[in-house]
C-alpha cells in the first residue's frame, strides 16, 4: 500500500495574551471548494485539457474517472493520471483518479485483471477472489488510479436480471454473494485501492439497465432485504470506504431515484456505513427523467450523496459546477451539508489519493 497516506497531525502552540489563552484561528474552506470536492468528473480523449487542468489546481474538481475512450496502454495511462495529480499538488487540493475495473466486459484498461467477470469469480472460493482483488487493485495503483468502482454487489433475484445478462453479480445466493463482495472488496484495500460496492440498495430485480431506461422496482422493503447483505457484511467487515447508490427508484422507500432519495440515504447510514457516498453516472438519470443534468446533480447534492459522478463532456461538468456553487451561495445546500461531505472525501483521499 504505497500509496496511502495517514492523515497529518496538526499541532497549535497558543500564546498567552493578557493573562489568558488564545485560541486558534480556524479557517473554513471557501465555498468553491467544498463545491468541488464533490464533484467527478469525466475526460475529453487521453490528455488532460487545460482547462481540467486548471479547474483541478483551482480546487473545482474532487475526482477524475477514467474510461476506456482515455486510455491506450500503460505508459499513456501513466502519464495521464500524472498530469492529475501535478495539477492537484499544484493547487493544494486532493484529487482521486477512479475507473470502472469490474472484470470481464467491465474493463476500462483491457490488458488489467480481472479477466473472469464476476459471475466467473464467483466460482471461485473467497481465498482466490481475493487474491484477484489484490491483483486488480496492483495494476491499478501502477497506472495511478486510486478508486475502483467495483465490486457489483447486485443478487439477481428475478428471471432477466439485467445483472445477470451482462454476468456482473458474483452469485445469485445471497449470503454467498456477500462472501465473495466482501472478499473482492478486501483484495482491492490488501493492494491499496478503495473498493466500491454498487449499486444500492441493490439492481438485481431490475430488468433493465438504469443507463438506458427510468427504471422503477416494486418490491417491498422485506422483498428487498436480501439484496442489501452484500452491504451488510462488508461494512461489517470494514471492506466499504465507498458505496454507489442506484439510479432506480425504489417504491418501498418513496419511489425516488436512490440518487434523489435522502431515505435511501438514511437506510444506508442506518448499516453502519460511514464512507463516502457516490452517484452512478448522472447522465443518464437526467436523460431518463428529462431533467438538466444540473438540476439532476443538484437533487442527488441535496439528497446528501457525496460524490457526484459525471462521465460526460468537460464542458457540461463545468457548467453543473456553477449551477451546484450557485445553490451553496443561496444556502440552498448549506455549509455544515458541504463541510461534512467534504470531511469525508478529504479523509478518503487521505487514505488512497497518490
Do not use: C
Amino acid at each position: 500500500m504505497t500509496r496511502r497516506i495517514a492523515l497529518a497531525a496538526i499541532v497549535v502552540t497558543a500564546g498567552l495574551v493578557a493573562g489568558a489563552a488564545a485560541a486558534p484561528a480556524v479557517t473554513s474552506p471557501p465555498l468553491a471548494r467544498l463545491v468541488g470536492a464533490r464533484l467527478v468528473v469525466g475526460i475529453d480523449g487521453t490528455t488532460a485539457s487545460p482547462s481540467l487542468l486548471q479547474r483541478i489546481r483551482r480546487g473545482q474538481v474532487g475526482g477524475v474517472i477514467l474510461m476506456g475512450s482515455n486510455v491506450r496502454n500503460a505508459p499513456q495511462a501513466r502519464a495521464l493520471t500524472a498530469s492529475l495529480r501535478a495539477a492537484a499538488r499544484a493547487g493544494g487540493n486532493p484529487l482521486l483518479v477512479m475507473t470502472d475495473q469490474e472484470g470481464g466486459t467491465v474493463r476500462r484498461f483491457r490488458w488489467a485483471p480481472p479477466a473472469a467477470s464476476a459471475e466467473e469469480l464467483g466460482r471461485l472460493g473467497e481465498a482466490a477472489i481475493r487474491r484477484r482483488g489484490n491483483d486488480t487493485a496492483t495494476a491499478l495503483e501502477r497506472l495511478g488510479v486510486d478508486v475502483d468502482l467495483a465490486p457489483v454487489a447486485d443478487v439477481p433475484g428475478v428471471p432477466g436480471s439485467f445483472i445477470a445478462a451482462q454476468h456482473r453479480g458474483f452469485s445469485t445466493v445471497p449470503a454467498r454473494a456477500a462472501k465473495d463482495v466482501t472478499a473482492f472488496a478486501a483484495g482491492l484495500m490488501d493492494g491499496g485501492v478503495a473498493p466500491t460496492l454498487k449499486h444500492f440498495p441493490g439492481l438485481g430485480l431490475a430488468t433493465a439497465s438504469t443507463d438506458e431506461a427510468a427504471v422503477t422496482i416494486g418490491a417491498a422493503a422485506a422483498g428487498l432485504a436480501p439484496g442489501l447483505l452484500p452491504y451488510r457484511r462488508a461494512i461489517a467487515a470494514g471492506v466499504a470506504p465507498l458505496v454507489m447508490v442506484s439510479n432506480a427508484a425504489y417504491t418501498a422507500y418513496g419511489g425516488k431515484p436512490a440518487a434523489w432519495s435522502p431515505r435511501v440515504l438514511a437506510v444506508l447510514r442506518g448499516l453502519g456505513f460511514t464512507g463516502v457516498t457516490i452517484t452512478d453516472a448522472l447522465e443518464p438519470l437526467a436523460a431518463t427523467h428529462r431533467v438538466t443534468l444540473s438540476q439532476t446533480a443538484i437533487r442527488a447534492a441535496r439528497a446528501g450523496v457525496d460524490l457526484l459522478l459525471f462521465v460526460g463532456s468537460e464542458r457540461s461538468t463545468a457548467a453543473v459546477y456553477g449551477a451546484l456553487l450557485d445553490e451553496a451561495r443561496a444556502g440552498r445546500l448549506t455549509r455544515a451539508q458541504l463541510q461534512a461531505s467534504a470531511g469525508r472525501i478529504d479523509e478518503l483521499a487521505a487514505t488512497y489519493a497518490g
